[in-house]
């Protein structure tokens, strides 16, 4: 089955620790993306990557890093930077960033706790 | 930039027909998306408008006015299990080459 994945699920984090929520998409897209969500909140984007070794900050992307080594894998990591870092994480993928329909497809998300 | 406005909430009875609308301020536009999230779940695609006019897919239908920068869902023959909130979401045809999404609109359907 084609699809995206995240992991994990549910993640914890003590204040001070980086951490790098996984995304690996079998769709054979080109682009990818992070979301942040915060609770009735809409979804702002953090990163973005059209191609392999190539990526963009979003709006918020101050205290995240991805890479884009991979095709199929579009890492993030939220660094202890980022000064509210809990929320809920939606990684997606698109069949290339420079379509008209640009449809993304969302992994199920990882929420992401700093205790 | 882009911005998206769209109402918070919205409630409606089973059976029914409810419309929630959109208004869109970018500096280029390629289309007006909407997705639809259920509670902790992940958004999924449900309509795509590029041009102006009425799409349907099934209970659904999707409006574009490119003129107005206005958009609209509509829902028919509401079932509880479309309980969920509704985002639209464009795409620049300038600069970044990614969604912009609205805050959403909280649909609840009573019995």
């Known amino acids: 089955d084609g699809g995206i994945t995240q992991s994990p699920k549910y993640l914890f984090r003590k204040e001070g620790q980086n951490v790098t929520l996984s995304c690996e998409q079998n769709l054979n897209h080109d682009a990818m993306y992070w979301y942040r969500q915060d609770p009735g909140q809409g979804l702002r984007l953090i990163y973005y990557s059209q191609i392999v070794n190539d990526f963009q900050k979003g709006d918020i992307a101050e205290g995240y890093s991805v890479s884009r080594e991979k095709k199929e894998s579009f890492p993030l990591t939220v660094t202890s930077a980022q000064k509210n870092p809990t929320a809920f994480y939606l990684c997606a993928s698109s069949i290339d960033g420079s379509g008209r329909t640009d449809t993304q497809y969302f992994g199920p998300g990882t929420r992401l706790t700093v205790l | ?111």
């Open chain 2, 1 to 111: 930039g882009q911005s998206l406005e769209q109402p918070s909430e919205v409630t409606a009875v089973e059976g029914a027909i409810v419309q929630i609308n959109c208004t869109y301020q970018t500096s280029g536009f390629y289309g007006l998306s909407w997705y639809q999230q259920h509670d902790g779940g992940a958004p999924t695609f449900l309509s795509y408008n590029a041009l102006d006019g009425l799409e349907e897919t099934g209970r659904f239908s999707s409006f574009l006015s490119r003129s107005d920068s206005y958009g609209y869902l509509l829902l028919q023959e509401l079932q509880m299990k479309d309980s969920a909130s509704y985002f639209c979401a464009v795409r620049s045809d300038t600069g970044r080459r990614a969604l912009t999404f609205g805050s959403g609109t909280r649909l609840q359907v009573q019995p």
